[in-house]
Nanobody, 127 residues
């Protein structure tokens, strides 16, 4: 049973930072696509950052490039999202997701290609 548990959300002022964590269990962590997604009220879920736990480049949405960094710790089966220079428009519920299926570069941030999801952690950025 794949389980993903996010933590680290909270409320910060614009310009501040937060670090989200995702604890993964129930599968071989080192061979999955992992991603961070977010969903604001009334908006569709969007991909923020993705990475293959077996190694390779990280991928980011244009809206977060240069501000967010995705990383992993295979020894701890953990995924992280360091968020700097936060903006009010970053306010959303943030989700960790995982899936084994191969994908093209253009599909890495597609929510439809992730089977396993955490419960989410809320990030609120005030101006």
């Amino acid at each position: 049973q794949v389980q993903l548990v996010e933590s680290g959300g909270g409320s910060v002022q614009a310009g501040g930072s937060l670090r989200l964590s995702c604890a993964a269990s129930g599968y071989t962590y080192s061979s999955y696509w992992m991603g961070w997604f977010r969903q604001a009220p009334g908006k569709e879920r969007e991909g923020v950052a993705g990475i293959y736990t077996g190694g390779g480049s990280a991928y980011y949405a244009d809206s977060v490039k240069g501000r967010f960094t995705i990383s992993q710790d295979n020894a701890k089966n953990a995924l992280y999202l360091q968020m700097n220079s936060l903006k009010p428009e970053d306010t959303a519920m943030y989700y960790c997701a995982a899936d084994r299926r191969p994908r093209t570069e253009f599909e890495i941030l597609s929510s439809r290609l992730y089977n396993y999801w955490g419960q989410g952690t809320q990030v609120t950025v005030s101006s």
